[in-house]
Each structure stands twice: as structure tokens, then as C-alpha cells.
């Protein structure tokens, strides 16, 4: 799949990009670093996590209306050819 910046052209390399984000807070780069329970709640409650959560979201969705957009214009670029190919063929016929 086509990459750009490290990152997959749908959603998934944004969302991806969070939950690492989480696993990191959550287990640190170790294991043995990992973050207590009560300290997990405390970052996941913060505006900042939040923030950023939100921002991660409104990523994807962008990418996923923006793939959508794509995939409807293919499908109208698709049904205008098949069209104008019946319409010659039909010219071709009455000629």
C-alpha cells in the first residue's frame, strides 16, 4: 500500500499513530516502565489526552471522507464512459 510520511494513505496509520501513543504511556519503552492503573486514569482523563485523541479521530474520518469522495468520482467517471460507449454504440448502429 501507498505510504507517504510513514503513513498508510486510508486511516490506519493515524490511528495506529494513537494507539501506540497509548501503549507507550501505558507500558512505557519497557515493560518494566509500565504506568500505574491510577496514573493511566489521570492521562486518559486529561484535556491534553483528549485533545489528542480528538485530533487523532478527525484524522481518520478526513481520510475516510476523503476516500469516499475518490471512490464516488471513480464510480461517476465509470458510469459516463460506460454511457457514452452504449450511446456510440447505438450511433453505430443507427448509421
Do not use: W
Not at 43 to 51: G, T, V
Not at 69 to 83: A, G, I, T, Y
Amino acid at each position: 500500500m501507498y505510504q507517504k510520511n510513514g503513513f498508510n494513505r486510508d486511516c490506519t496509520g493515524v490511528v495506529d499513530l494513537g494507539f501506540k501513543y497509548m501503549s507507550d504511556i501505558c507500558h512505557g519503552p519497557k515493560l518494566d516502565n509500565a504506568v500505574s492503573p491510577s496514573i493511566l486514569k489521570e492521562i486518559l482523563e486529561s484535556e491534553e489526552f483528549k485533545a489528542l485523541l480528538k485530533s487523532v479521530v478527525d484524522s481518520a474520518l478526513l481520510n475516510v471522507y476523503k476516500r469516499l469522495d475518490n471512490v464516488e468520482s471513480r464510480l461517476e467517471k465509470l458510469e459516463n464512459q460506460r454511457k457514452n460507449e452504449e450511446d456510440s454504440q447505438y450511433s453505430d448502429y443507427m448509421d
